[in-house]
C-alpha cells in the first residue's frame, strides 16, 4: 500500500487521480496527521497496518510550506514543514523498509545558470523557503539513502491559487496586465508531474530487468529494474518567461471564452515589482534523466496548458 501525503493540495489532489486510474492501492492524508511529530505518523503506520490487509509499502510525500515570502517571517513553521516532515517521514519509511519519493523546487538554485540544471548541479538557495527545501533534500537522503526527489518548477493546478487562474481572473477585471519578461523556467501542470510521480512509483515498485543501458549503482538494495535513487528533474518541455506564459494565457483563454474582455498583456521587470524575496532569473531544470527513467518525453509546456484551460472551460459549462 501507498501513503499519499499532503492529498488535499494541488499536487497531491493529482497524484491520488492518478494513482488510481493506475488501479494502486492508496491511502492518502492531509493535516489530519502531523509529519512534523515522529510519533504521530508512527501511530498512523501502525493503525493502517492493523486495520489494513497489507502494510505501507511506499510513502509519497507532496506536503510543503510554499508561501515563499511569508516564509521569511514564519520560519520556524516553513522548516518544521519543510525539513522536520519530510525527515521524519524518510525515517519511518526507511524503518519500515518502504520506499520514499519527496517533491522539492527549483528555488534551491540561486537562477544564475545560463543552461538548464542538471540534478547534481551546485545548489545555492536565495531565500529562506528555498534554503530549507534544500535542506529537506539533505534531510531525506540522510535519513533514507534510497530515496527519490524529484525537483519541478512554475507549477499550476485545477485545486488551489496559481498563476494560471490569477492571470485569467485579472486579464477580465484589467484592461492592462503587467507581467515580469526577466525570469524564465519551465511552467508544469500538476497532473503532468502527478502522472509521473505515479509512473515513477509503478516501476521503483517492479521487480523486473533494467532495460538495456539503465545504469544501476553497485550495492543498492532495490531491484534491477527500478530506477537508481537519487534526485530528478520534472517540468514543463520548453522554456518561457512568466510574460511568455501569461501571453499564452491570455491567446488560448480568449479562444474557449474564458477571457471576455480586451486586455493588453505588457512586459515588465523584476524590479517594478520588488518582493520580499528575489525569485531566481533562470530556472529551467534539464528532464534527460527523468526521460530516461520513464521511457518518455515529457510533456511540452503549451500543450499541456491547453489541456488544463479545456478542463477550465468544460467545468464552466
Same mark, same amino acid.
Given at each position: 500500500?501507498?501513503?499519499?501525503?499532503?492529498?488535499?493540495?494541488?499536487?497531491?489532489?493529482?497524484?491520488?487521480?492518478?494513482?488510481?486510474?493506475?488501479?494502486?492501492?492508496?491511502?492518502?492524508?492531509?493535516?489530519?496527521?502531523?509529519?512534523?511529530?515522529?510519533?504521530?505518523?508512527?501511530?498512523?503506520?501502525?493503525?493502517?497496518?492493523?486495520?489494513?490487509?497489507?502494510?505501507?509499502?511506499?510513502?509519497?510525500?507532496?506536503?510543503?510550506?510554499?508561501?515563499?515570502?511569508?516564509?521569511?517571517?514564519?520560519?520556524?513553521?516553513?522548516?518544521?514543514?519543510?525539513?522536520?516532515?519530510?525527515?521524519?517521514?524518510?525515517?519511518?519509511?526507511?524503518?519500515?523498509?518502504?520506499?520514499?519519493?519527496?517533491?522539492?523546487?527549483?528555488?534551491?538554485?540561486?537562477?544564475?545558470?545560463?543552461?538548464?540544471?542538471?540534478?547534481?548541479?551546485?545548489?545555492?538557495?536565495?531565500?529562506?523557503?528555498?534554503?530549507?527545501?534544500?535542506?529537506?533534500?539533505?534531510?531525506?537522503?540522510?535519513?533514507?539513502?534510497?530515496?527519490?526527489?524529484?525537483?519541478?518548477?512554475?507549477?499550476?493546478?485545477?485545486?488551489?491559487?496559481?498563476?494560471?487562474?490569477?492571470?485569467?481572473?485579472?486579464?477580465?477585471?484589467?484592461? #492592462?496586465? *503587467?507581467? !515580469?519578461?526577466?525570469? $524564465?523556467?519551465?511552467?508544469?501542470?500538476?497532473? +503532468?508531474?502527478? @502522472?509521473?510521480? =505515479?509512473?515513477?512509483?509503478?516501476?521503483?515498485?517492479?521487480?523486473?530487468?533494467?532495460?538495456?543501458?539503465?545504469?544501476?549503482?553497485?550495492?543498492?538494495?532495490?531491484?534491477?529494474?527500478?530506477?537508481?535513487?537519487?534526485?530528478?528533474?520534472?517540468?514543463?518541455?520548453?522554456?518561457?518567461?512568466?510574460?511568455?506564459?501569461?501571453?499564452?494565457?491570455?491567446?488560448?483563454?480568449?479562444?474557449?471564452?474564458?477571457?471576455?474582455?480586451?486586455?493588453?498583456?505588457?512586459?515588465?521587470?523584476?524590479?517594478?515589482?520588488?518582493?520580499?524575496?528575489?525569485?531566481?532569473?533562470?530556472?529551467?531544470?534539464?528532464?534527460?534523466?527523468?526521460?530516461?527513467? #520513464?521511457? *518518455?518525453? !515529457?510533456?511540452?509546456? $503549451?500543450?499541456?496548458?491547453?489541456?488544463?484551460? +479545456?478542463?477550465? @472551460?468544460?467545468? =464552466?459549462?
Amino acid at each position: 500500500m501507498i501513503w499519499l501525503v499532503g492529498n488535499k493540495g494541488m499536487l497531491g489532489s493529482e497524484v491520488s487521480l492518478a494513482l488510481q486510474a493506475l488501479g494502486v492501492e492508496f491511502i492518502g492524508t492531509d493535516r489530519e496527521v502531523d509529519i512534523t511529530d515522529a510519533a504521530s505518523i508512527r501511530a498512523f503506520a501502525d493503525e493502517t497496518a492493523r486495520a489494513s490487509s497489507g502494510t505501507i509499502d511506499w510513502v509519497i510525500n507532496c506536503a510543503a510550506y510554499t508561501a515563499v515570502d511569508k516564509a521569511e517571517d514564519d520560519r520556524d513553521a516553513c522548516r518544521l514543514i519543510n525539513v522536520d516532515g519530510p525527515e521524519n517521514l524518510a525515517a519511518l519509511a526507511q524503518r519500515m523498509g518502504a520506499g520514499f519519493l519527496h517533491v522539492s523546487t527549483d528555488y534551491v538554485f540561486d537562477g544564475y545558470g545560463t543552461r538548464p540544471y542538471r540534478e547534481d548541479d551546485p545548489t545555492n538557495p536565495t531565500g529562506y523557503y528555498g534554503l530549507t527545501k534544500r535542506d529537506g533534500e539533505m534531510a531525506v537522503l540522510a535519513a533514507h539513502p534510497d530515496a527519490y526527489i524529484l525537483r519541478t518548477a512554475w507549477l499550476y493546478g485545477k485545486n488551489g491559487n496559481n498563476f494560471v487562474r490569477t492571470m485569467i481572473r485579472l486579464m477580465n477585471e484589467r484592461d #492592462l496586465v *503587467r507581467v !515580469v519578461d526577466d525570469q $524564465r523556467g519551465n511552467p508544469t501542470w500538476a497532473r +503532468d508531474l502527478a @502522472r509521473a510521480i =505515479a509512473d515513477f512509483v509503478r516501476l521503483a515498485r517492479e521487480d523486473r530487468p533494467a532495460p538495456s543501458g539503465r545504469f544501476v549503482p553497485a550495492g543498492r538494495s532495490v531491484p534491477a529494474g527500478r530506477p537508481p535513487a537519487g534526485v530528478y528533474h520534472f517540468a514543463g518541455a520548453g522554456e518561457t518567461t512568466w510574460f511568455g506564459f501569461a501571453r499564452e494565457i491570455y491567446r488560448l483563454a480568449w479562444a474557449r471564452g474564458l477571457v471576455s474582455t480586451d486586455c493588453d498583456v505588457q512586459p515588465c521587470t523584476s524590479a517594478e515589482y520588488p518582493s520580499k524575496v528575489r525569485r531566481p532569473p533562470y530556472s529551467v531544470l534539464d528532464k534527460s534523466k527523468i526521460t530516461q527513467a #520513464l521511457g *518518455r518525453p !515529457v510533456p511540452e509546456w $503549451r500543450e499541456s496548458l491547453e489541456g488544463y484551460l +479545456d478542463e477550465m @472551460r468544460n467545468d =464552466a459549462t
